[in-house]
């Protein structure tokens, strides 16, 4: 009986950790950007819009979101993508050396950064941002590595920001060309740079 009862603990355990997908909230300029690149990431389930790491509460895009990041929350299964995978992924969408925001996008809520949850994140946050350093010794890697914030998705009439790349593909491209997003990402990472 006792085994029993231990193989159950067993399967009931290995099917609610399966059923709990992970987390992670990233920024890296404009989230319609962030959203399509990470959506076409394996093991990746859900990519969505909002701002975090500000006080203010419930920011929004045409209102006040001083000190709030655009940012992504991203729902992955870490069976399939593992959260280095997606900071490997991160840095290769981004342009790590911009102090004033990411791309044709400048001001502080264009910023990028890493939130992290938990410190074994932040440790892996962490060795990724020294290798990309490390790859880059004659830069400053400006992006930081933060603690979560609450994280407010895109609602309301500001919707439409969410899935903005399915629903607008011609606008989205023809702002992602027009802000030199890609441009730059082959400049930096080269045929590494995803898009």
Not at 42 to 50: L, P, T
Not at 115 to 142: L, W
């Amino acid at each position: 009986m006792k085994s029993v009862f231990s193989a159950l603990i067993l399967s009931v355990s290995f099917f609610s950790t399966n059923l709990i997908a992970d987390e992670t909230v990233l920024a890296g300029g404009c989230f319609w950007c962030m959203e399509s690149d990470f959506e076409k990431l394996d093991g990746v389930s859900e990519v969505v819009s909002g701002f975090t790491g500000g006080d203010i509460p419930n920011p929004t895009y045409n209102g006040d979101h001083r000190g709030h990041y655009e940012a992504v929350k991203i729902t992955y299964d870490a069976s399939i993508v593992s959260y280095q995978q997606i900071l490997d992924h991160y840095w290769l969408n981004i342009d790590p050396f911009d102090a004033r925001g990411q791309f044709c996008d400048k001001g502080p809520s264009y910023l990028s950064a890493i939130f992290v949850a938990n410190e074994q994140e932040r440790t892996i946050a962490e060795q990724t941002k020294a290798a990309v350093q490390a790859e880059f010794s004659d830069k400053n890697v400006i992006t930081p590595i933060l603690e979560a914030k609450t994280f407010y998705p895109i609602k309301g009439d500001e919707i439409y920001h969410q899935d903005f790349y399915k629903k607008s593909p011609v606008r989205y491209n023809l702002y992602r060309w027009n802000c030199g997003r890609d441009q730059r990402l082959e400049e930096i990472w080269g045929d590494r740079a995803s898009h």
